[in-house]
């Protein structure tokens, strides 16, 4: 949230997160919810409806709704991050990750390499995996002009 225009952005995935849960799976939010009531949100929302909300609370729950966002994209991304983990370890690609030099080749194109890959491998699992993650890794690295002069 920018404070000087009160703008709050969010990223793609972060909004294609909310359409799914409230698309495919809002029966979910119900036993979180009663959980949460059973341990003490209703107490707490019984206090607030007795007494007149203090303009700073509402000004702490805005940056709450911000903190809850964050906390959804940052477990969205631990969770793809485990996913493609899981994809690599299953695709027994380690190995050939061990052989990329780090120094060549930065670590984001390493990684989208990866995604590339296993996509790949899912589709034609009888390829050779290190082939196709060297493949997609030729594709996707730009060498600099200081690595090319070595």
Not at 27 to 52: T, W
Request: net charge negative.
């Amino acid at each position: 949230m920018n404070d000087e225009s009160n703008q709050l952005s969010l990223s793609y995935e972060l909004l294609y997160l909310i359409q799914w849960f409230i698309e495919q799976e809002p029966e979910k939010f119900k036993p979180l919810i009663e959980s949460a009531l059973n341990n003490g949100l209703k107490h707490e929302l019984q206090k607030i409806n007795n007494h007149s909300v203090d303009p700073s609370m509402a000004h702490e729950m805005q940056y709450n709704v911000i903190d809850f966002l964050g906390l959804l994209e940052s477990q969205l991304h631990e969770a793809l991050n485990e996913q493609i983990m899981k994809r690599v370890v299953e695709r027994k690609l380690m190995p050939a990750i061990d052989h990329i030099d780090t120094t060549e080749c930065d670590t984001a194109t390493v990684q989208f390499s990866v995604e590339k890959a296993t996509s790949k491998l899912d589709r034609a699992p009888k390829e050779n995996a290190q082939e196709v993650l060297f493949q997609e890794l030729l594709k996707c690295w730009k060498p600099s002009k200081k690595t090319a002069s070595n």
